[in-house]
């Protein structure tokens, strides 16, 4: 068999497979970033900063466009007229964000990398997906063993792009698979919001949850194919063959 018609066998059989792409959420899935501790000291005004829990955190702001974080976030807290004060929260969230960013106050979590190194050497083409404008910026700043930087690894980027309806809708996800020119069913998302996965299996998708938090009952209860604490705990060789599972020698959920 020549080069050429050796790597269009690969192609094909890449291409059949039930399992192409990859999207992955940035913020708890590839970036440890401040955004919890940030919506939670610019509560300070509107409620009790204490009040923010992880819980609520994770089931009302995350994943999710921050003026509808916001807003969900106060309404739950049963703070008066949420909907204007939404709009002052967000803001000062941002502010706060941006001061611990520039203080370094995030940094790549491991086995993220070590997912996206293994996916990408099966021939997986991957994306970036992430409803926050501050993610690039936070990529950008992670060096990679490969050379350049984490934002430089993905095959299309759709962090902070403006679409009508943020997750839980899949329109970002399914405008990423449009990029990418493959059907959405070939797509997995990697997302640690239950909003992500929410919007992953609304757009057609399979969807992994990475409870990092303590939430692995949330991911499932949003109908996550599978949740793990890690994604070294995702079986890699069964990716090979397009399918999605556990590694048997780890514990997922």
């Not at 997302?191 to 998708?205: N, R, S, T």
């Amino acid at each position: 068999m020549t080069v050429s018609a050796g790597r269009a066998s690969i192609e094909v059989a890449i291409s059949q497979r039930p399992l192409t792409t990859v999207l992955f959420d940035v913020d708890g899935v590839l970036v440890d970033a401040p955004h919890e501790r940030a919506w939670r000291d610019a509560l300070e005004g509107f409620a009790e900063p204490q009040r923010l829990t992880t819980q609520i955190y994770q089931a009302r702001i995350a994943g999710k466009p921050r003026l509808m974080g916001a807003r969900a976030a106060l309404e739950q807290l049963g703070v008066p007229d949420a909907g204007a004060q939404a709009v002052l929260y967000a803001e000062q969230k941002q502010r706060r964000f941006v001061e611990l960013v520039i203080a370094g106050q995030f940094a790549a979590f491991p086995d993220g990398l070590r997912f996206i190194q293994a996916v990408r050497a099966l021939g997986f083409r991957i994306a970036a997906v992430s409803s926050s404008k501050n993610a690039n910026g936070m990529m950008a700043r992670i060096h990679v063993e490969s050379g350049g930087t984490l934002l430089d690894l993905f095959d299309a980027n759709l962090c902070g792009r403006e679409v009508a309806r943020g997750k839980p809708d899949p329109t970002l996800f399914l405008l990423a698979a449009a990029e990418l020119g493959v059907a959405p069913r070939g797509c997995l998302v990697v997302e640690d919001a239950p909003a992500g996965i929410e919007a992953a299996k609304a757009g057609g998708m399979k969807a992994v949850g990475v409870a990092r938090l303590g939430d692995a009952a949330l991911l499932q209860a949003a109908h996550a194919d599978l949740v793990v604490t890690s994604l070294d705990q995702v079986a890699v060789d069964a990716l090979a063959i397009g399918t999605l599972s556990a590694r048997r020698s780890e514990g997922a959920m």
